[in-house]
DNA sequence: TAGGCTTGCCTAGAGGTCCTAGGCAAATTA
DNA sequence: TAATTTGCCTAGGACCTCTAGGCAAGCCTA
């Protein structure tokens, strides 16, 4: 029998393939193996277990935002910026849904050291260079720019905004202008 | 042999417990069964599967911190309001983390309108009463109160605060002074 | 209080996921 | 080509989900 050709990297790159197909929850070693069409026991030896499975998953897509994000920011600053950032982030979240669950993943502090998750926070940074904020104030910023965008994508996809007909749309492009115009005024 | 006198609601409010104790994914019907010394075909003449226990836990979670923050909400208004309603939130959050978990589930659009999913949202603009918005305005805000409130301790339970020394209570303050000010002042 | 009825919890069992131990054969190295 | 490493295998145990069918506890009615 000619082998599959296994690794710990396509195993990861196929779970976040299947991520966004069937849910972040769905994720199993069993489905896994049914892809590749070898038996469960056979992925053992390139993972430990299922939950190592999904953080190496979580690596990847806080690796995959965080790339996106970084592109989307090239060259812009101040409001063109922040929203450059905020739309590369929640398109993220749209195309690759099982991807962005993954990203949610309390991740034990070494691991998330090592990962991208830190990253991401640098690059909000960026964003407010832009706008006149100093620390303490800088990280306050980065904190509630970071909630806003994860809850409201968040919220958006577990239907949360369904119930009322105004456009999911034209409330982010408002929730971005008052970011803006928030962060421009920065209560002292 | 005496009965264990199992009811939807009994199991219900254990399932609760149970998903404070030992997170949401793990409120299992084995689980549950054996917190009520039964076996786990038991309970299915009282839940439909593992998704209908889960769903209605959800429900009571909904109702729950809908209650809390009705409760603090009460007699305030402006800013006393918006804060009042932000920290019940987010202790419902830290005191309950497997109820909170459980009020993120998607649910289906008539489960949701049953629910008091949508009292929620109701409460949302009590708030707004306080400051100067009408339609479509005040959707706009709910929509960004909301996501704020739930991407800030989302993040915050996700571990995704740790990397900074700032302190996260000083943050949230700074966030609640900032919604503040952005209510006030919202741009046209 | 004795019968019948409803209903609660039971046993039995099938199917799925997770994971370990140990084996054989394919690929790599000497 | 022989020795070693490595990859995928079979076998099997533990746990979870859920269905079908059974027995007896507790309720009604007479």
Redesign the pocket.
């Known amino acids: 029998?000619?082998?599959?050709?296994?690794t710990a990297d396509r195993l990861t790159q196929a779970a976040a393939e299947l991520a966004d197909e069937v849910g972040f929850e769905n994720v199993?070693?069993?489905?896994l193996a049914r892809h590749f069409g070898?038996?469960?026991?056979?992925l053992?030896?390139?993972i430990r277990?299922?939950?190592d499975l999904r953080v190496r998953l979580a690596v990847l897509a806080l690796a995959e935002l965080a790339d996106r994000v970084a592109d989307a920011l090239a060259g812009r600053s101040g409001k063109d910026a922040l929203v450059a950032f905020a739309n590369a982030y929640r398109r993220y979240a749209h195309e690759h849904p099982g991807r962005y669950t993954a990203t949610q993943m309390a991740l034990d502090p070494d691991t998330a050291a090592t990962s991208a998750a830190g990253k991401h926070a640098e690059m909000t940074r960026a964003i407010l260079r832009g706008y006149d904020l100093w620390e303490p104030d800088q990280t306050d910023a980065v904190r509630l720019l970071h909630s806003t965008f994860h809850g409201y994508v968040s919220l958006e996809r577990a239907g949360a905004f369904h119930s009322h007909p105004r456009g999911v749309e034209a409330s982010w492009t408002r929730a971005l202008d008052g970011l803006d115009s928030l962060l421009r005024s920065w209560p002292a």
Chains 1, 2 share one sequence.
């Open positions: 029998m000619a082998r599959a050709g296994l199993t070693v069993s489905a070898v038996k469960d026991a056979s053992y030896s390139h277990n299922a939950h």
